[in-house]
């Protein structure tokens, strides 16, 4: 059963394609997005899906394997070296500016798998620790307030018009963008402040862990210009924004026209497996540590990557995750996909 584990380092074909990024030139620059956006998906369709679960013996030996976290853990040091031979690599000499862009969109893919995807993995676990890696690697990529607007907001109003992280019908994803973005941000100010109000604390003071992250990530940023100049520091962030909008594009594919019942004037009916869409295609599973079994996860939040199951009642993407997010950026074409699909639902 052990054995298992291993099979999610696959994910680190993605840092391998950074490293070529990192050492090349032209188009090998590029490699790691040919590889994510191009590679993968064709290899989705061809290797297909699978809709098993464990059973409860496998599903209670999986959960207790620490081999499963141990593959999470190794991802925090691997992502901050990466992170730090960016800040080298993006400055070498002779350096072409095409050069820099695709060594950039490489670090950005970094920011937005691991940054950001691996700590919404971790930033729902018990511990604190686990906690502070979610919130370190959140800092990476300058997406910190997620921590607390995902946990506390998103899972609490998914699929109500409350919650600036589902996708409504006909919208596309670029306009999702600056709405999810920019109401997630001030969402996550105002659970804060509602936090300290309920315990008669001010909400401009220390204990705001709105003010804490940002105070963190303008040090994190002042580090940077300190030590590698602000050509660099232009260049990161540069590479958080790419990252932060895979992760939007992600939120929007998640949820797309999916809503849920209002059934009085004060609640909306439970979230349940309905209220996600779920992809059972291997290859992207793997690459995104199950996200995209994400009916369960809305479900049953901590439960861990390894143990998330399929759902029949769940409504299911046409391929994996990574596909799906290539057809999210031309809106005409996801419209004829997913829309037909969401009219069949209400059936």
């Known amino acids: 059963m052990g054995i298992r584990a291993f099979k999610y380092l696959s994910v680190l074909s993605i840092p391998l394609a950074v490293f070529f990024s990192f050492t090349g ?9 040919i590889y994510a956006f191009v590679i993968i998906p064709l290899l989705e369709l061809t290797l297909g899906k699978n809709a098993n679960n464990l059973n409860q013996v496998q599903e209670d030996l ?16 691997i ?33 937005g798998l691991f940054g950001i995807n691996v700590a919404h993995e971790l ?28 946990n506390e907001g998103h899972h609490k109003n998914v699929c109500t018009p409350e919650d600036p992280a589902t996708a409504k019908l006909n919208e ?6 600056l709405r999810s973005i920019f109401l997630s941000y001030r969402s996550a100010w ?13 909400s ?15 040090l994190f940023c002042a580090v940077v210009v300190l030590v590698f100049g602000w050509m660099v520091l232009m260049w990161y962030l540069l590479a958080a924004l790419f990252g932060i909008l895979l992760l939007e594009t992600i939120n929007y594919i998640e949820h797309y026209g999916l809503s849920r019942i209002k059934v009085s004037e004060f ?3 439970d979230a349940g497996v309905q209220h996600s869409w779920n992809s059972d295609h291997t290859l992207g599973r793997l690459m995104l540590y199950e996200l995209s079994r994400h009916s369960d996860h809305h479900a049953h939040p901590n439960r861990k990557y390894q143990i998330l199951r399929h759902h029949d009642d769940s409504p299911q993407m046409p391929t994996g995750y990574p596909g799906m997010m290539v057809i999210a950026a031309f809106p005409p074409l996801w419209f004829a996909i997913i829309n037909p699909k969401i009219k069949a639902l209400s059936k």
């Open 267 to 269: 609640r909306y009916e």
């Open 25 to 33: 030139t032209g188009m090998i620059c590029f490699l790691p997005l």
């Open 172 to 177: 596309n994803v670029y306009a999702f963008y």
């Open 62 to 77: 999986a959960r207790s394997n620490k081999l499963y976290d141990f593959v999470l853990y190794s991802i925090v040091p």
């Open 190 to 202: 105002m659970i804060e402040m509602k936090r300290l109000k309920r315990k008669k604390k001010s």
């Open 123 to 150: 930033g729902h676990r018990a511990t604190k620790w686990e906690q502070g890696m979610s919130k370190l690697l959140l800092l990476s990529t300058q997406y910190t307030h997620f921590f607390i607007e995902h």
């Open 79 to 111: 992502h901050f070296g990466f992170l730090f031979w960016f800040f080298y690599a993006i400055q070498e000499p002779d350096l072409s500016f095409i050069d820099q862009i695709g060594r950039t969109s490489a670090m950005g893919l970094l920011c």
């Open 204 to 218: 401009f003071s220390l204990e705001n862990r709105m003010i804490q992250m940002s105070l963190t990530q303008v």
